[in-house]
């Protein structure tokens, strides 16, 4: 059982940053594939960025290339999402999510364990 507690969340302007954080549980933390998404209001979840774990392998959506940084501190259990340059688009839910098989993949159901969530809203 992985337990995640996502922190760091608020309102921001746009054109701001913000930096989330994931604190995970369990002893393996650094063996697992770590990923955050999001969930906009009427919206699908979708992917923002993971880590492999060893952290040497980063993937990021299209949308946040450039902007969003993914990093992990396996010392800690803990996973970042650093967001700089944010929009109003980038308002939503954000969760984390840890993929126990460690795959590679862009899709929520490669991740099997999720947060709770945190609030972050960007205004124009």
């Known amino acids: 059982q992985v337990q995640l507690v996502e922190a760091g969340g608020g309102l921001v302007q746009a054109g701001g940053s913000l930096r989330l954080s994931c604190a995970a549980s369990?002893?393996?933390?650094?063996?697992?594939?770590m990923g955050w998404f999001r969930q906009a209001p009427g919206k699908e979840r979708e992917f923002v960025a993971f880590?492999?774990?060893?952290?040497?392998?980063?993937h990021y959506a299209d949308s946040v290339k450039g902007r969003f940084t993914i990093s992990r501190d396996n010392a800690k259990n803990t996973v970042y999402l650093q967001m700089h340059s944010l929009k109003p688009e980038d308002t939503a839910v954000y969760y984390c999510?840890?993929?126990?098989?460690?795959?590679?993949?862009?899709?929520?159901?490669?991740?099997?364990?999720w947060g709770q969530g945190t609030q972050v809203t960007v205004s124009s």
């Open positions: 999510a840890a993929d126990l098989q460690a795959t590679t993949s862009d899709l929520p159901t490669s991740y099997e364990y």
């Open positions: 369990g002893r393996t933390f650094s063996s697992y594939t």
């Open positions: 880590i492999t774990r060893i952290g040497g392998s980063t």
